[in-house]
């Protein structure tokens, strides 16, 4: 039987629908359905004309007021490349990939146009400093959409804002800049599961917010994802302790209970957002 876009919609979120069973399962909604981090990459090389399609592409993202406030690093040279790298080691697919890029909200250059044309920035810190993140997500989005119809891998990487400082150094990131994320591109070696989706009555709300069912509608999707993605490890076991069914509200809520990433704050309030 063709495979449709209601089978692709199933694996996403492990639960059968009729949505879009009429239809197959192919073009963009297809590959959205399949997508995957992928952290494994075969040596091959990715040509810069396709690196130059792509940014093409990702830079076609809408921007907030058309203010473009984007900058991504390209790190080619070998010994900067291992700088990067080193200062990551928990995540060896960063060495690995043929292609690692810097995705930055940029919001210095708006700043220094206003200087060029005689007025003053004035804009609210903490908007201007949400504006330029999103610019920089959808534009990193928008690249990763377009990798994946190239038949590449893509895996984000914000364990870059763990190392800000010494990041920011290495990318020579001027006051106003900052790093969003990091990405490995690369052809992808392995084929992981799809990870499964919280369900769409979590997260669409029809008219007003409602999240009344969340306790169930956890319970049933840690359940669900268990069976495509367990996890092989439990989170901080000697403070929690061990669980027998150990599932992605487990996970999310040991994850979240230590403070990830206080440096970044002071980061970014020491780089040109008074936040
Ligand atoms: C902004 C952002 C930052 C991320 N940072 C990391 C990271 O530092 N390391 C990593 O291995 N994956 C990272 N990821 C990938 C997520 O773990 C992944 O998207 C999530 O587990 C869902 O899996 P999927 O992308 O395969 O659907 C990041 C994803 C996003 C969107």
């Known amino acids: 039987m ?11 979120f492990a639960q059968k629908t009729d949505t879009g069973k009429d239809r197959p399962a192919e073009g963009t909604h297809a590959q959205q359905l399949r997508h995957r981090s992928r952290r494994r990459y075969k ?15 990702a830079l076609s993202a809408p921007a907030k007021s058309d203010l473009q406030q984007v900058s991504i690093i390209q790190f080619d040279d070998a010994d900067l490349r291992e700088k990067v790298t080193d ?14 890029l810097l995705f930055c909200g940029d ?7 206003c200087e060029m044309r005689g007025t003053d920035f004035a804009h609210e ?11 920089a997500a959808i534009v990193m989005m928008n690249f990763i959409v377009a990798a994946e119809a190239e038949g590449l891998g893509c895996c984000p990487i914000s364990a870059v804002r763990e190392v800000t400082d010494e990041i920011a150094e ?10 969003f994320a990091g990405l490995c591109v690369g052809h992808p070696a392995d084929d992981p599961a799809i990870s499964v989706r919280l369900p769409i009555s979590l997260t669409v709300h029809r008219n007003k917010y409602d999240d009344s069912r969340l306790a169930t509608e956890i319970d049933s999707y840690d359940t669900r994802r268990a069976q495509t993605n367990p996890y092989s490890k439990q989170r901080e076991p000697d403070r929690f302790g061990s669980k027998q069914n150990y599932g992605w509200s487990d996970d999310k809520a040991r994850q979240t209970a230590n ?3 206080a440096d970044f704050s002071t980061y970014i309030r020491r780089n040109g957002f008074d936040i």
Do not use: H
Request: glycine share 6%; charged share 25%; net charge negative.
């Open 87 to 100: 200062l990551i080691p928990s995540m060896p697919w960063i060495k690995q990939a043929p292609v690692f």
């Open 170 to 179: 290495l990318a020579g990131l001027p006051e106003g800049v900052f790093p």
């Open 107 to 113: 919001g210095r250059r708006v700043r220094r146009v």
């Open 43 to 57: 040596d091959t090389p990715v040509p810069q004309e396709v690196l130059d399609i792509l940014y093409a592409c």
């Open 259 to 261: 403070r990830e990433r």
């Open 125 to 135: 810190p903490l908007d201007a400093f949400m504006n330029a993140a999103a610019d």
């Open 2 to 12: 063709t495979e449709t876009i209601s089978d692709l919609i199933g694996n996403r």
